[in-house]
């Protein structure tokens, strides 16, 4: 008895040796290295939303929302359109529902003229003649007339960074991303901009190694 008592311990000893780290010697999420080095960035709507029928501005509105959180923040200098930039964020909106009714047709994110204030800074800036395409396709203006489609994507609000200085930038991977419900408005912080902050932040934190056993 004593013996087989003995085998159980021996085995649970084995067990908790081999079992896995705690959260603390957690390895941190990898953030992109171009985010890390990025002092510029421009906000630009996804060229692929529509304008919500009962919402008609509200990708603009996200727009100008998350441009006014990064000027408050500060790591970044927020450009116009049409000027060479390290980081490109896309906004979309959701309403809740996988498919939802919106006007396309014509440029819904194109801007002749900005002005953003916050407590410490202003930008004002014009946007001279058509900007550079932002993904493939987009160097031709668009003719069609505006007219009601159905949308189908993701119910949430999308916020999306992508890698600028590139041909086409849009066409290619994000190197972050961040949804959730209402995330691009000002609630009144815009989370999307917040959680941003919190993953740029966590990455630059210093890596303290795990104890030796």
């Known amino acids: 008895m004593p013996s087989r008592l003995a085998s159980v311990l021996l085995v649970a000893v084995l067990l908790a040796s081999t079992a896995p780290a705690k959260d603390k010697n957690k390895k941190k999420p990898q953030m992109s290295p171009e985010i890390l080095r990025a002092r510029t960035a421009l906000v630009v709507i ?3 939303a529509g304008e919500p029928l009962d919402e008609p501005n509200a990708n603009q509105k996200a727009l100008t929302a998350v ?3 990064l000027l408050e923040w500060g790591r970044f200098d927020v450009l116009l359109q049409g000027e060479e930039t390290d980081l ?3 906004v979309h909106t959701g309403n809740g529902r996988a498919m939802r009714p919106t006007m396309k047709g014509g440029p819904i994110d194109r801007r002749t003229a900005s002005g953003e204030s916050t407590d410490s800074t202003i930008r004002i800036g014009a946007q001279p003649g058509q900007p550079p395409p932002l993904e ?3 160097d031709i203006p668009p003719t069609g007339k505006p007219h009601v489609s159905n949308e189908v ?3 949430e609000d999308m916020f999306e960074v992508y890698r600028g200085n590139v041909p086409n930038p849009l066409d290619s991977t994000p190197v972050w991303r ?3 419900k209402n995330c691009l408005r000002e609630t009144p912080k815009v989370a999307a901009v ?3 902050r919190k993953a740029i932040a966590e990455a630059e934190k210093p890596q303290i190694p795990a104890k030796k056993p």
Request: hydrophobic share 25%; proline share 5%.
């Open 46 to 48: 996804d060229p692929n």
């Open 67 to 69: 441009e006014k959180a």
């Open 88 to 90: 490109i964020i896309g």
């Open 136 to 138: 493939g396709g987009q």
């Open 153 to 155: 994507g993701s119910s």
């Open 178 to 180: 961040y949804s959730a």
């Open 194 to 196: 917040e959680e941003f």
